[in-house]
């Protein structure tokens, strides 16, 4: 197995996994790659504290060359004498909603959630999820996370500070493009992080979900039906970010020499995993 071999100054990868987007998958070939040099910080709370937190977590932990978190907040510590590569891979706001359900339906545990998915349809588990007071887990989701402001009240000014985090983040992936956001990320992670190999195969995944992603998103509206305009009023910043990460994915792909042979050779790679 080929590991990422050391470059000074020290550089490192951090994967801010927002839930339900692919992040599984993604950890599981830096988790390849990086070896015990890898870690998958659960410590939420600590997490959340940003900066101040992430810091002197990675100061103190001179070895680390790639860490993922779900609560990655921005903005990012500035370090003298570490690179720092952030990675987010984003998803359709509206075709996210029903992975979130069946995800929370599976899930053993007592936290409000869980439960409402295993007791309600799933219209009416998007009913109560959109309520003020629950958790913001669909409402907005990606625009809220990528501010640093997770549970803030001013979307407009929150959208601005998303928008900002983009800008300083030039790796942006989209899950229904996975396989072509990890060339991306390849192409320009590898000379900091050479030897690293991200193709892999799909990582807590949904059985019955269709696998194209046409297929997913139609399913995703249908199923939404009645409290559809209610979901989309509810992601209004999602959506536009969304398009925004879309646009932005399609210029820099545009920049990678020989993508259509990168991309087939990941495949192949990919191959090699199931």
């Known amino acids: ?3 990422v071999k050391d470059l000074s100054p020290r550089q490192l990868l951090l994967h801010a996994h927002m839930f339900k987007n692919a992040g599984s998958t993604f950890d599981d070939s830096l988790r390849r790659s990086f070896g015990d040099a890898f870690t998958d910080h659960r410590d939420d709370d600590a997490m959340r504290r940003g900066a101040a937190y992430l810091g002197p977590y990675i100061a103190q932990h001179p070895g680390l060359r790639a860490l993922s978190s779900h609560w990655i907040t921005f903005p990012l510590p500035e370090l003298a004498d570490v690179n720092l590569h952030p990675v987010l891979l984003f ?6 909603i029903f992975s979130v ?4 339906q599976r899930q053993p545990g007592d936290a409000p959630g ?18 003020d007071g629950v958790g913001p887990v669909i409402r907005n989701f990606h625009t809220r996370y990528c501010s640093g402001d997770y549970h803030g009240k001013d979307l407009e000014s929150m959208y601005a500070k998303a928008m900002e985090t983009l800008d300083r983040t030039p790796l942006l992936g989209l899950v229904h493009r996975y396989d072509e956001s990890m060339v991306q990320f390849e192409f320009h992670l590898q000379p900091f ?3 690293l190999d991200l193709s892999g195969s799909a990582r807590n995944v949904s059985d019955d979900q269709p696998i194209d992603y046409p297929a997913r998103r139609a399913r995703a509206l249908e199923e939404l039906g009645p409290v559809l305009e209610d979901a989309v009023a509810a992601n209004r910043y999602d959506l536009r970010l969304f398009a925004e990460v879309e646009a932005r994915f399609d210029r820099a792909l545009t920049a990678i020499p020989g993508f259509a042979d990168r991309l087939r050779d990941l495949q192949r790679r990919n191959r090699e995993h199931r």
Do not use: K, N, Q, S
């Open 1 to 3: 197995m080929t590991r």
């Open 91 to 96: 998803r359709d706001p509206l075709e996210r």
């Open 101 to 104: 359900y069946r995800f929370e």
């Open 114 to 131: 869980i439960r409402r998915a295993r007791e309600c349809g799933f219209r009416d588990y998007v009913r109560w999820r959109l309520e």
């Open 193 to 195: 992080f050479p030897g």
